[in-house]
């Protein structure tokens, strides 16, 4: 038998070669694998994030959506009217302050001008509001006989809007009563034709708390008691606060029976606040479950107080809390 020796020098030397091409191999492969954990560490730490994004921008979103509205309430501009010589600039000056204050919207609770053609005049004013307007006929826009005429300029004289989670409800408050005559004790009947108006305008009321007549969004979110938040507009109040105004004519208020007809529909819509004018007077006061916020007038002062108009902050909650803004001029 012949033994066939190799120093251990010779065996380094002929496994050199191949051990080196070994460890060439597996150090290749294993940065391949280190680059497969990192490529798919790295994608599912992007999907994570952009997860993660696009929960942060729905929450935020969502928040937005669930935001305090601010509406600055204008009420009784009285474009052509006798007692208020400087109502146009009374306007001006309201909408300039208006727009530094960046509302959702404004709202203009009657009583806008005397005529067409001072509507027309009101209409270009306010046109340079930057927050969207919607218009309630008063008293001085809408008598016994004539809502037609006010259709024809400003559309509808009842509707709804959405602002971000609130409904807000614009009622012609001329179609619950015939306010024609500022003296007369009790006020006269409507006539036929525009109680049968006071009639389908209830009626639509009365179909709000469906939400499903067409005319205007759902409701994106609720009030604390389940509801959605649901805020009226009308410009004639339905009480008085306490003795004010200082006055005793059923002019000033809703009377019976249309005051009981709207109260009953407004609670079972779940109605807590409304804005409201006619007054002249900024005030705040509660009644019948409802708090009344009359806005200020922006033309003229029959029981004193100041011009101005009225910011109007909706939690998300549905509270509402008034800030009157004085305007530093004069009727």
């Excluded at 619950?176 to 003296?183: A, I, Q, T, V």
């Excluded at 003795?243 to 019976?256: E, H």
Aim: hydrophobic share 35%.
């Amino acid at each position: 038998m012949r033994h066939i020796k190799i120093s251990s020098a010779a065996a380094l030397v002929q496994r050199g070669p191949a051990t080196r091409a070994l460890r060439a191999a597996s150090k290749e492969k294993m940065n391949q694998r280190t680059l497969e954990v990192w490529t798919v560490s790295l994608t599912t730490g992007l999907k994570w994030m952009a997860g993660l994004f696009l929960l942060c921008a729905l929450f935020v979103c969502t928040r937005a959506a669930q935001a305090q509205v601010t509406i600055a309430q204008l009420s009784d501009t009285h474009l052509g009217e006798q007692h208020s010589p400087h109502a146009a600039d009374n306007l001006r000056r309201a909408v300039d302050m208006i727009n530094s204050r960046h509302p959702d919207a404004v709202i203009l609770s009657g009583d806008i001008g005397e005529n067409p053609a001072e509507w027309d005049k009101a209409k270009s004013i306010l046109k340079k509001l930057k927050a969207p307007i919607y218009y309630a006929p008063g008293n001085h826009d809408v008598h016994s006989h004539d809502v037609d005429r006010y259709r024809s300029a400003f559309g509808k004289d009842y509707y709804r809007f959405q602002v971000k989670n609130v409904t807000f409800l614009v009622i012609d408050s001329e179609l619950l009563g015939n306010y024609d005559n500022f003296e007369a004790r009790p006020l006269p009947p409507l006539p036929p034709e525009t109680q049968q108006e006071g009639d389908r305008m209830l009626a639509w009321l009365k179909n709000q708390g469906s939400d499903r007549d067409g005319d205007g969004d759902e409701d994106h979110d609720r009030d604390h008691h389940g509801r959605g938040i649901i805020i009226g507009i009308q410009h004639i109040p339905v009480f008085r606060d306490g003795n004010f105004p200082p006055d005793s004519k059923p002019y000033w208020v809703i009377n019976d029976p249309y005051r009981s007809r709207e109260m009953d529909i407004l609670h079972k819509l779940g109605v807590k606040h409304m804005l409201v004018g006619h007054w002249h007077n900024g005030r705040v006061f509660q009644q019948d479950g409802i708090t009344w916020h009359v806005g200020d007038a922006t033309s003229w002062l029959p029981w004193g107080g100041e011009l101005g108009f009225a910011m109007q902050t909706i939690s998300r909650d549905g509270d509402v809390r008034t800030e009157f803004v004085p305007l530093g001029t004069q009727p």
